[in-house]
């Protein structure tokens, strides 16, 4: 019987999954099917008790369930517990069981680019929503330093500092104040929103006093070239975009799922392909 895997979320019409865990299953010959599950509001609990139900092998879980998702689950994985967020769900023996590939996954994508140990790295994370907090847990579990987080609201950011359970050197700042201190920072990472199509022409903050060493990401993904990587391009700055976070995270779902750790790489040109951007 053709095993089944999927996503829920709303809206999900949007979504690169479907594309590339199929093709991934495809390639591996798996008699596997992945489908993107509309679950509108007040609907979650039934959703996950009828995927389960029917047997599902796994899902993603997408906005805006990340959270609310976590009382429906049988158990949820030390790393996802304390996030606080769940994109990536096990169903085995009956049970359903959370994990956090996100910051993993945006991990995954950096390390290749970076120079410096965690050890001695230091890094400005800006934003203090669902996926910078993925992405300071994740951070600070590899050793990271320093993580320093600037937020329109700081006082999201003195939270998510308090709240992760390892304590790397951190403070929380505005946005000005972060503008103003760039240099100091091998890693500047961009989690908000900000730049995000329509909204193209936007910066969170300016990257004038940045170092010309640092590794910029941005973990927008449309589209793949923002106008915060444009900067830091023009800086001279390397710089990193969101479709290897949203490949990787994919990938280690699919391997937590099947056992099998698919070609991470290829679903990375698949989801620039979608992008329409060019791949060297
Ligand atoms: P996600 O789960 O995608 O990270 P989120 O939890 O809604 O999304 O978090 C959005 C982040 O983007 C927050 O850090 C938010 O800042 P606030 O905490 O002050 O709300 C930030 N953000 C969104 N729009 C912004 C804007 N126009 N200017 C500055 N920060 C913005």
Same mark, same amino acid.
């Given at each position: 019987m053709t095993d089944l895997y999927g996503l829920i979320g709303f809206p999900v019409s949007h979504s690169m999954s479907p594309a590339i865990h199929n093709e991934a299953l495809q390639d591996l010959q798996l008699d596997a099917h992945y489908h993107a599950f509309k679950v509108e509001e007040g609907q979650l609990e039934a959703a996950v008790n @009828?995927?389960?139900?029917?047997?599902?092998? @796994? /899902?993603?879980?997408?906005? #805006?369930?990340?959270?609310?998702?976590?009382?429906?689950?049988?158990?949820?994985? %030390?790393t996802a517990s304390a996030i606080g967020a769940v994109n990536t769900v096990v169903h085995s023996e009956g049970r359903l $069981?959370?994990?956090?590939?996100?910051?993993?996954? /945006?991990?995954?994508?950096?390390? #290749?680019?970076?120079?410096?140990?965690? %050890?001695?790295?230091?890094?400005? $994370?800006i934003g203090a929503g669902g996926a910078a907090r993925a992405i300071y847990f994740s951070m600070a579990t590899v050793g990271c330093l320093a993580i320093d987080i600037c937020n329109r609201t700081p006082s999201k950011a003195e939270k998510l500092i308090e709240e992760c359970p390892a304590k790397p050197i951190s403070k929380a700042l505005s946005l000005a104040q972060a503008e103003a201190d760039l240099a100091g920072y091998d890693m500047i990472i961009q989690t908000?929103?900000?730049?995000?199509? #329509?909204?193209?022409d936007s910066v969170p903050i300016s990257l004038e006093k940045a170092g010309t060493d640092a590794i910029v990401c941005d973990i927008v993904y449309n589209p793949l070239k923002t106008a915060f990587l444009q900067q830091a391009e023009q800086k001279?700055?390397?710089?990193?975009?969101?479709?290897?976070?949203?490949?990787?995270?994919?990938?280690?779902? /699919?391997?937590?799922?099947?056992? $099998?750790?698919?070609?991470?790489?290829k679903m990375?040109?698949?989801?620039?392909?979608?992008?329409?951007?060019?791949i060297c």
């Amino acid at each position: 019987m053709t095993d089944l895997y999927g996503l829920i979320g709303f809206p999900v019409s949007h979504s690169m999954s479907p594309a590339i865990h199929n093709e991934a299953l495809q390639d591996l010959q798996l008699d596997a099917h992945y489908h993107a599950f509309k679950v509108e509001e007040g609907q979650l609990e039934a959703a996950v008790n @009828g995927l389960k139900a029917i047997g599902i092998k @796994g /899902f993603n879980v997408t906005v #805006p369930y990340k959270e609310a998702i976590i009382p429906y689950l049988d158990e949820v994985e %030390e790393t996802a517990s304390a996030i606080g967020a769940v994109n990536t769900v096990v169903h085995s023996e009956g049970r359903l $069981i959370g994990y956090n590939t996100d910051g993993k996954g /945006f991990y995954s994508s950096l390390k #290749p680019l970076m120079t410096k140990k965690p %050890e001695e790295a230091k890094m400005l $994370i800006i934003g203090a929503g669902g996926a910078a907090r993925a992405i300071y847990f994740s951070m600070a579990t590899v050793g990271c330093l320093a993580i320093d987080i600037c937020n329109r609201t700081p006082s999201k950011a003195e939270k998510l500092i308090e709240e992760c359970p390892a304590k790397p050197i951190s403070k929380a700042l505005s946005l000005a104040q972060a503008e103003a201190d760039l240099a100091g920072y091998d890693m500047i990472i961009q989690t908000t929103s900000i730049g995000m199509h #329509p909204d193209t022409d936007s910066v969170p903050i300016s990257l004038e006093k940045a170092g010309t060493d640092a590794i910029v990401c941005d973990i927008v993904y449309n589209p793949l070239k923002t106008a915060f990587l444009q900067q830091a391009e023009q800086k001279g700055c390397r710089t990193l975009n969101g479709a290897g976070m949203l490949a990787y995270q994919a990938a280690l779902a /699919f391997e937590y799922w099947t056992g $099998i750790h698919p070609d991470a790489e290829k679903m990375k040109t698949t989801v620039i392909k979608k992008l329409g951007g060019s791949i060297c």
